[in-house]
């Protein structure tokens, strides 16, 4: 599993502030290095695609193992489900089309039954 994410938070907290004087974001991240632990950055990094001064502390310490393998074990059970929704929903979509098909082919057969029926029906009144 490969991941590389953070998301952002805003609760009520401590102000830190960036070497470049602007309030710092607190940040989640999401590697398997350090899955759901919480940390500051640069308030300008990714902003007009600077990497601002590159702050960096850590707001939450260090997890221990157990909770680390318990994390990185739940994201990857979350993305095997993700990878298993997409294939149902490919499931879905081609007996969709299975369906509509063999609509179309109800249709065709029962107007061709119909055909043979009524040419039947105007022999027998031409006989």
């Not at 909770?67 to 929704?85: A, H, P, S, T, Y």
Request: glycine share 4%.
């Amino acid at each position: 599993m490969e991941r590389s994410s953070s998301s952002y938070t805003s609760k009520a907290r401590s102000r830190v502030f960036c070497l470049c004087n602007i309030e710092a974001p607190l940040v989640t991240s999401w590697t398997e290095e350090n899955p759901g632990r919480r940390f500051y950055g640069c308030g300008l990094y990714k902003d007009r695609g600077t990497k601002g001064c590159n702050f960096f502390q850590w707001h939450d310490p260090v997890d221990n193992n157990r909770q680390k393998k318990i994390i990185v074990g739940l994201m990857k059970e979350v993305d095997e489900l993700k990878l298993r929704e997409k294939d149902l929903q490919t499931m879905i979509s081609e007996m969709k089309m299975k369906e509509k098909c063999l609509w179309i082919v109800l249709v065709v057969c029962w107007l061709k039954n119909l055909m043979n029926h009524f040419s039947h029906v105007q022999l027998n009144l031409s006989i």
